[in-house]
Protein backbone atom coordinates (compact mmCIF):
# COMPACT_ATOMS: atom_id res chain seq x y z
CA UNK A 1 0.00 0.00 0.00
CA UNK A 2 0.84 3.62 -0.89
CA UNK A 3 0.32 6.07 1.74
CA UNK A 4 -0.30 9.38 0.58
CA UNK A 5 -0.55 12.84 2.43
CA UNK A 6 -2.45 15.73 0.42
CA UNK A 7 -1.28 19.68 1.50
CA UNK A 8 -1.32 23.04 -0.11
CA UNK A 9 -5.20 23.63 -0.20
CA UNK A 10 -6.57 27.59 1.43
CA UNK A 11 -9.00 30.41 0.93
CA UNK A 12 -8.38 32.30 -2.20
CA UNK A 13 -10.25 34.97 -4.22
CA UNK A 14 -11.54 34.18 -7.87
CA UNK A 15 -9.13 34.06 -10.36
CA UNK A 16 -6.20 33.35 -8.01
CA UNK A 17 -4.06 30.55 -7.65
CA UNK A 18 -3.03 27.48 -5.58
CA UNK A 19 -0.81 24.71 -5.73
CA UNK A 20 -1.55 21.32 -4.09
CA UNK A 21 0.56 18.71 -3.45
CA UNK A 22 0.22 15.11 -2.69
CA UNK A 23 3.86 13.02 -0.87
CA UNK A 24 3.33 9.52 -1.28
CA UNK A 25 5.23 6.99 0.92
CA UNK A 26 5.38 3.53 1.37
CA UNK A 27 5.94 2.64 -2.53
CA UNK A 28 7.65 3.64 -5.34
CA UNK A 29 5.57 6.44 -6.72
CA UNK A 30 6.75 5.07 -10.08
CA UNK A 31 4.45 2.04 -9.63
CA UNK A 32 1.33 4.05 -9.91
CA UNK A 33 -0.36 5.78 -12.14
CA UNK A 34 -1.98 8.97 -10.06
CA UNK A 35 -5.47 10.83 -10.03
CA UNK A 36 -6.87 13.94 -8.47
CA UNK A 37 -10.33 14.22 -7.32
CA UNK A 38 -12.58 16.88 -5.36
CA UNK A 39 -15.77 16.48 -3.26
CA UNK A 40 -18.11 19.84 -3.02
CA UNK A 41 -20.56 19.48 -0.17
CA UNK A 42 -23.92 17.51 -0.69
CA UNK A 43 -22.23 16.16 -4.31
CA UNK A 44 -20.44 12.92 -5.76
CA UNK A 45 -16.51 13.35 -4.96
CA UNK A 46 -15.64 13.53 -9.15
CA UNK A 47 -12.63 13.18 -11.31
CA UNK A 48 -10.28 16.18 -11.99
CA UNK A 49 -6.96 15.29 -13.38
CA UNK A 50 -4.70 11.82 -13.87
CA UNK A 51 -1.58 11.12 -15.03
CA UNK A 52 0.57 8.20 -16.09
CA UNK A 53 3.41 6.76 -13.91
CA UNK A 54 5.61 8.35 -15.94
CA UNK A 55 4.16 11.66 -16.60
CA UNK A 56 3.70 10.67 -20.35
CA UNK A 57 0.26 11.18 -20.74
CA UNK A 58 -2.50 13.31 -18.61
CA UNK A 59 -6.34 14.01 -18.42
CA UNK A 60 -8.74 16.61 -17.56
CA UNK A 61 -11.95 17.14 -16.47
CA UNK A 62 -13.54 19.27 -19.14
CA UNK A 63 -14.12 21.67 -16.03
CA UNK A 64 -10.47 22.31 -15.28
CA UNK A 65 -9.20 21.91 -18.96
CA UNK A 66 -6.99 24.94 -19.65
CA UNK A 67 -7.03 26.10 -15.89
CA UNK A 68 -5.55 23.17 -14.21
CA UNK A 69 -2.14 21.40 -14.51
CA UNK A 70 -0.98 17.88 -12.96
CA UNK A 71 2.33 17.18 -12.41
CA UNK A 72 4.87 14.58 -10.56
CA UNK A 73 7.94 13.79 -9.55
CA UNK A 74 8.52 10.29 -9.24
CA UNK A 75 12.44 10.76 -6.90
CA UNK A 76 10.53 13.24 -4.61
CA UNK A 77 7.41 10.97 -4.56
CA UNK A 78 5.05 14.08 -5.11
CA UNK A 79 2.12 14.61 -7.15
CA UNK A 80 1.03 17.99 -7.89
CA UNK A 81 -1.74 19.71 -9.18
CA UNK A 82 -1.50 23.64 -10.14
CA UNK A 83 -4.72 25.58 -10.30
CA UNK A 84 -4.92 28.92 -12.07
CA UNK A 85 -8.16 30.94 -12.62
CA UNK A 86 -9.79 29.51 -10.14
CA UNK A 87 -13.96 30.23 -10.05
CA UNK A 88 -16.19 29.83 -6.27
CA UNK A 89 -17.24 26.22 -8.27
CA UNK A 90 -14.58 24.62 -7.97
CA UNK A 91 -14.52 24.95 -3.60
CA UNK A 92 -14.33 21.57 -2.81
CA UNK A 93 -11.90 19.05 -0.48
CA UNK A 94 -9.65 17.69 -3.01
CA UNK A 95 -8.15 14.10 -3.09
CA UNK A 96 -4.82 12.38 -4.58
CA UNK A 97 -4.97 8.51 -5.57
CA UNK A 98 -3.42 6.10 -6.54
CA UNK A 99 -3.75 2.75 -8.93
CA UNK A 100 -1.79 0.46 -10.28
CA UNK A 101 -0.42 0.80 -13.47
CA UNK A 102 -2.81 0.89 -16.58
CA UNK A 103 -2.71 0.73 -20.15
CA UNK A 104 -6.07 1.34 -21.54
CA UNK A 105 -6.19 5.22 -21.42
CA UNK A 106 -8.89 7.67 -19.95
CA UNK A 107 -11.08 4.90 -18.90
CA UNK A 108 -8.78 3.85 -16.70
CA UNK A 109 -8.34 7.29 -14.39
CA UNK A 110 -12.19 9.05 -13.79
CA UNK A 111 -13.96 6.02 -11.82
CA UNK A 112 -12.95 6.60 -7.95
CA UNK A 113 -13.45 2.76 -7.60
CA UNK A 114 -10.23 2.05 -9.81
CA UNK A 115 -8.39 3.73 -6.87
CA UNK A 116 -7.58 1.63 -3.93
CA UNK A 117 -5.09 4.50 -2.21
CA UNK A 118 -6.46 7.80 -1.26
CA UNK A 119 -5.17 10.63 0.79
CA UNK A 120 -7.09 12.36 3.38
CA UNK A 121 -8.15 15.58 1.33
CA UNK A 122 -7.44 19.13 1.29
CA UNK A 123 -10.14 21.75 1.56
CA UNK A 124 -10.06 24.34 -1.52
CA UNK A 125 -12.15 27.43 -0.98
CA UNK A 126 -12.79 30.32 -3.34
CA UNK A 127 -14.62 33.30 -3.31
CA UNK A 128 -16.57 35.03 -5.11
Known amino acids: QVQLVESGGGLVQAGGSLRLSCAAS????????MGWFRQAPGKDREFVAA????????YYSDSVKGRFTISRDNPKSTLYLQMNSLKFEDTAVYYC?????????????????????WGQGTQVTVSS
Open 97 to 117: AARTRCYIGRACYTDTNKYPN
Open 26 to 33: GRTLSNYD
Open 51 to 58: ITWGGGST
